[in-house]
């Protein structure tokens, strides 16, 4: 079978669209048939050899999909031969076929295409965790999403909406603003302004809770919550947080969440109730997945540049 490889860390063109061996059926995994992959920037981490990878070169990218069971390693409760099925962490998913262990693949409703679910898995689970998790969000209450435009932050706004609170958004570019306020953002700032003071104009005693995935504006966050507010941090993406003055958390009752979602999937149960109100919201016209681009999986490279850009809103998907 082909896959996505690399065999040393470094910059998109080290990736390598090769012939691997086919994965074998093992008990408790399920071999899928590929019909898309999410791409992350986890993904682009782990090639730049920042995050963990699993085996050894070369290495085979990518965490997130969905296809078709292709076959099962020994019987498995809940799934057979030919159901459509989707994962968010288990490892060597950019290639054709995957071997995924049984406990976390979840079904995919007959109709939610697999690339929605590709896109919808990882980010979705995310934004689920932030809304419910998190903080158990509360009609009324104001919640300012960074990167409101990205593949998290996209879906957040709409799950902030739907959890009846107020959405406040922070995008880079005019061509981002607009596309977070059509998901339903009540006002969408850029980042190059002074938001924490546009913030405060809208809601003048501060957010009630900010989701801050840059990391960078960890400090500016705290700035715009509301005293006894909370700030939940998933994500660097903009770079390391300074550090916190736990005098300032005192002085003002503000609070700090850390975020992580392998802290929430902790059983199969966990993964199927989460994911299946995601796929409940996609069918009912409540959540819009956007993907942004589709592109066979041998132009991964080329995915990898898009990605990096930043200049893309939704999801990217990588197609075998």
Not at 196 to 222: C, H, N
């Amino acid at each position: 079978m082909k896959a996505l490889c690399f065999e040393r860390f470094g910059g998109p063109e080290v990736l390598e669209y090769r012939e691997v061996p086919h994965p074998e059926s093992q008990p408790g995994h399920a071999v899928v048939r590929m019909a898309a992959i999410g791409l992350n920037f986890a993904d682009v981490y782990r090639r730049r050899g920042n995050y963990h990878l699993a085996g050894k070169p070369p290495y085979i990218p990518g965490y997130e999909g969905a296809g078709v069971i292709e076959s099962l390693g020994c019987a498995a409760a809940g799934f057979q031969v030919g159901d459509r099925v989707a994962f968010a962490d288990s490892p060597f998913a950019n290639a054709e076929h995957v071997s995924v262990p049984v406990e976390k693949l979840v079904p995919v409703p007959a109709d939610v295409s697999l690339q929605q679910a590709a896109a919808l898995m990882l980010q979705g689970l995310t934004a689920h965790y932030l809304v419910t998790y998190s903080r158990d969000l509360q009609p009324g209450e104001v919640a300012v999403v960074h990167a409101a435009a990205g593949g998290v932050g996209s879906l957040l706004v709409q799950m902030v909406r739907l959890k009846g609170a107020r959405a406040i958004g922070l995008v880079s570019s005019e061509e981002k603003r607009r596309f977070a306020l059509a998901l339903g953002a009540e006002a969408v700032f850029l980042s190059s302004e002074d938001w924490p003071a546009r913030i405060r104009e809208l809601a003048p005693a501060g957010a009630d809770v900010v989701y801050d995935s840059v990391g960078s504006t960890l400090q500016q966050s705290f700035q715009a919550a509301r005293i006894g507010g909370q700030v939940v941090f998933y994500g660097m993406a903009g770079g390391d947080p300074a550090p916190v003055d736990p005098r300032m958390l005192m002085d003002t009752s503000k609070t700090l969440t850390g975020g992580d979602l392998w802290n929430v999937l902790v059983s199969h149960q966990e993964r199927l109730r989460r994911s299946a109100e995601l796929f409940d919201w996609v069918r009912a016209g409540k959540l819009k997945v956007t993907i942004a681009r589709e592109l066979p999986l041998s132009q991964g490279a080329e995915a990898h540049r898009l990605l990096e850009s930043r200049g893309t809103t939704g999801k990217v998907l990588l197609i075998p």
